[in-house]
């Protein structure tokens, strides 16, 4: 065989230490590998001296074992484990905050969150993913899951599958999140304030249009039936666009505007400025998501506040559902839209 | 047997419906269990005739079967997750975007990326959590992780654990987030413009130390051996703390402050200016993360850029790792601290 130069052999990795087992620690602390078993997942039901769980414990540790959750899975057919589909869109602050509180109530109540990655799967597809995890629970924030995927879920061992989203899905507890409702709270809120020509602010950001859609249908329905109208305004949250938009906006004839949120609403309010228009005489502005920065811009910016469901309600909500898988599903309407009234509009 | 009224009988749960196993999908396709696992795993070490393929896919179909990852990682002894822990404090937007990438460039590279959520453990302990899943590789995206954490999960099957911190961890590879590099750049900055008694803004919201002491240190050692001071300046994220520091501004006779961050600097700039402090002429500030509402503040608020490890690299080298463990752990400086200069100081 003819060995040809300048070709690197293969670098040789160092034999792997092997992982220890629960065989190996029964064995270095004298006991069977269900004494083990018993010690190290903490089984009250059965009576186990405490000279013993010591040995378990020491042996444990001195091999570095640590039990493996898919192992104890299989056994049981199902884990402590919620998992929860990670947003399509980077997260906004309220809604790392909720994911913070939720993760926080779960762990406290003995469950382990997991927040599955953006996987390029949708719908019924991607809850196929979810299920070879084998959850216990499944915290679904955006639409997209289909009673099918629902049904595969729960034949999977999910014992709750919760929807967070405009619509309720067969099988799956719902809380309903009705995003129609701040778009209408906002309209109205600048009908009341006698403006009559709103633009809406739909941002040009992919997967957005989950919430911007059904708050742009709202602000339509508001006013339906009334002199006012309702114009739609594309914008992508850089500088330019916003700058663009305030510079034909003398040509569009608004005299308000809800802006899809607070973060929206500063870019084109500064751009609106810039331009030498007055706020609120010559355009009222209005956001949405109550953040910090609304209260430090002059003029304070009006908003509406959504209250999303506290992160520990939603834990004891996921509890009770897995503790009773049985008990029928139910649709909660629990998105309240408030209009808090400031300097903008 | 007294039976007592009132007491609501036990809701029966009815017998759920059972879990289909790949048992159930060979014996309705005909075929045996190797069969099956060999088609749904889309083994190509052996040859499956096209009818016999989809004869197993219908079966899976009707049954609703879905195959078991905790399964397939015991019998491979490593699975595609890569596990990484969320922060322990809710995270900013250049984070949820970092995140976001990194989630999206694994997925591609047929990863399956879970965030593990808020244990109440910490360090060590932390690790062995997280080993019970039994990931392939692990990012730790917050210091506090030591050496015997990395040996737990390399134990428990990891092929690589990357740390993202400000320091490097024994058996990890390491991208040092250089944080005092932060504060450096800013109190540098701040000095060049002529300032000489620097506050230097730290966080009161748990959690932010772990970013905010290197921060301070970096800036006091900016300054050190030169005529300037550095002065700590406690503020929490809320109005009223702001007002408070505000009011007693001028007895603290400093001519400039790095903010911490942008979203510090928004809320401190605003309080300072209520108070009648004209930024720069009075106080120069500056913050970090170059945010785009730092640019919509007048004036302009100057801002330390901070350059993440874009989410794509860091797959792709997390990915060499797993692809060959036996290489070397590196240590990389990766944290770039730029100073943005715009009118606030």
């Known amino acids: ?12 990795s160092p034999a792997p230490r092997p992982v220890p ?101 949708r719908g019924d597809d991607a809850a196929r993913a979810w299920a070879e995890l084998r959850p216990v629970a499944v915290l679904v924030p955006s639409p997209g899951i289909g009673p099918e995927g629902v049904a595969v879920l729960k034949r999977s061992g999910a014992r709750a599958v919760v929807t967070l989203s405009p619509v309720a899905v067969e099988g799956a507890r719902a809380l309903l999140l009705d995003h129609a409702d701040v778009g209408q709270s906002a309209a109205a809120h600048l009908y009341a304030r006698g403006r009559r020509r709103i633009g809406v602010v739909v941002p040009e950001e992919p997967g957005m249009e989950v919430f911007s859609a059904p708050r742009l249908a709202g602000a339509r329905e508001a006013v339906h039936g009334t002199d006012a109208t309702v114009t739609e305004l594309s914008l992508a949250y850089t500088e330019e666009s916003a ?25 084109l309010m500064r751009a609106l400025q810039d331009e030498g228009l007055r706020i609120p005489e010559d355009v009222a502005v209005i956001g949405a998501d109550d953040l910090m920065l609304g209260r430090l811009l002059r003029p304070r910016l009006s908003t509406v506040r959504i209250a999303l469901p506290s992160g520990r309600d939603l834990a004891s909500l996921v509890d009770r559902a897995v503790r009773n898988p ?4 139910e649709s909660q309407e629990r998105f309240v839209a408030t209009v808090v009234h400031r300097d903008s509009s």
Chains 1, 2 share one sequence.
């Open 326 to 329: 049985a008990a029928a599903p």
């Open 1 to 12: 065989m003819v060995q040809i130069p300048n070709t690197p052999a293969p670098t040789k």
């Open 243 to 267: 700058a663009a938009l305030a510079a034909r906006w003398r040509g569009l004839g608004l005299d308000a505007v809800f802006a899809y949120n607070d973060e929206y609403a500063m870019l």
């Open 21 to 121: 087992t629960s065989a190996d620690v029964a064995r270095l602390a004298g006991v069977s590998r269900a004494t083990v078993s018993y010690v190290l997942n903490n089984t009250s039901a059965v009576r186990i001296s405490e000279p013993t769980r010591r040995r378990v414990h020491e042996a444990a540790k001195e091999l570095g074992y640590v039990p493996h959750a898919a192992a104890r899975t299989l056994r049981a057919g199902h884990s402590r484990m919620v998992l929860m589909p990670t947003l399509p869109v980077p997260a906004g602050p309220l809604y790392s905050q909720f994911v913070h509180d939720f993760q926080g109530a779960l762990s406290r109540l003995d469950y382990t969150v997991v927040q599955y990655g953006a996987t390029g799967l």
